[in-house]
């Protein structure tokens, strides 16, 4: 079964790949997110390419590798590929800048071709490293001389902070910048993705729906299971606590997304609409929403076709972060 509707692409930098605006994250099927059976995660996947999607995101620590591991295997059974961009320096042990050789970074690029059983991987990126990563003009030396002998096809950064990025737009390699961008965190959308753009560099936007937060259906007695993120790291106890519900206290997000939810009104889905919000974004490739199960797979597709949101829309969204979300976050990343 294939999409009857193409989604819209869009080019995604300079790679010469053009990717679908809504792409797949696949944290949530490798881990820290609850369990999710290979039977569900190949459901998923199956999805959300035979509706349309031409991007899925992974990384080498989601699951220690199951991840990318379950996209070698939905894809082994299909006739196309879709672009798989993964990720690699989480499993820096300890977790300095220090370990980011030319040796490890071959050695952790090399174990997720065999993941995901290629020879040359579309895009592989540094993982929110430490940021004297991002100024290392070594790591980048290393990195082009993996696409030199076609390891890789290109390369990118994840980053935690606004200033991480603009760090990284000073290296002529660099071919994407993925940050955390949503109705909830706005920084980005001041001078990175500006500066991305004149660099014609692609943008993905990650923790598009605040972990949840932004589907509307929580409130302040939901709880998380203890192999979830949303549970453990909520302070930031496990990695940075930004990735949690974007850093906005548990409480004042759920208050806030209450406000998001009646903005959308009765006939939109509360999390199509808070996509929508960031496929809109002047600079903004693809938003990459996870899934743990085909609904929620498919609810976040439809945000490709549904309407733009009014000026009205997007002047209520504005007062929410302004009153509610800004004093939280704004200058932390």
């Known amino acids: ?6 989604l819209e692409t869009r080019p995604l930098g300079r790679t ?3 990717v679908s605006v809504v792409g797949l994250g696949t944290w949530q099927l490798g ?4 369990d999710v059976s290979s039977e569900d995660a190949a ?3 199956d999805a959300v390419l035979d509706a349309g999607v031409t991007l899925l995101d992974t990384a080498d620590v989601y699951g220690d590798g199951k991840s990318e591991e379950r996209i070698r295997q939905s894809l082994a059974a299909r006739g196309e590929r879709p672009f798989v961009a993964t990720k690699a320096g989480r499993r820096a042990d300890p977790f300095t800048a220090e370990q980011y050789t030319p040796e490890n970074l071959r050695a952790w690029i090399d174990r997720s071709r065999r993941n995901l059983g290629v020879d040359t991987l579309d895009l592989v990126q540094l993982h929110c490293p430490p940021p004297a990563v991002y ?3 070594r790591v980048y030396d290393a ?8 390891a890789i096809a290109a390369y990118g950064v994840s980053v935690e902070t606004v200033e991480e990025g603009v760090t990284a737009l000073q290296h002529p390699g660099v071919q994407s910048i993925q940050v955390i961008l949503n109705i909830f965190r706005r920084k980005p959308l001041e001078e990175l993705l500006p500066a991305a ?7 993905l936007a990650r923790v598009p729906l605040a972990s949840g937060l932004l589907t509307g259906k929580y409130d302040e007695s939901t709880t998380f ?8 790291n909520r302070n930031g106890e496990a990695f940075d606590v930004g990735e949690t519900f974007s850093g906005v206290p548990f409480d004042v997000g759920v208050a806030a997304a209450r406000e998001v939810a009646e903005i959308a009104g009765p006939d939109v889905e509360t999390a199509a609409f808070a996509l929508r919000w960031v496929i809109d974004q002047p600079g903004v490739t693809a938003v990459i929403p996870g899934a743990r199960n085909v609904k929620q797979a498919l609810g976040n597709v439809a945000a490709a076709s549904i309407p733009s949101l009014s000026d009205s829309q997007l002047a209520d969204l504005e007062r929410v972060y302004d009153e509610r979300i800004r004093a939280h976050v704004h200058d932390r990343w």
């Open 197 to 203: 753009a004149r660099a014609q560099v692609g943008v």
């Open 143 to 150: 990195l082009d001389a993996l696409v030199a002998e076609q």
């Open 225 to 232: 299971g203890a192999d979830d993120h949303r549970n453990y």
């Open 31 to 34: 881990g820290d997110w609850g």
């Open 1 to 6: 079964m294939t999409s009857s509707t193409p």
């Open 16 to 18: 010469g790949a053009d």
């Open 43 to 45: 459901a998923v996947l």
């Open 135 to 137: 100024s290392d003009q």
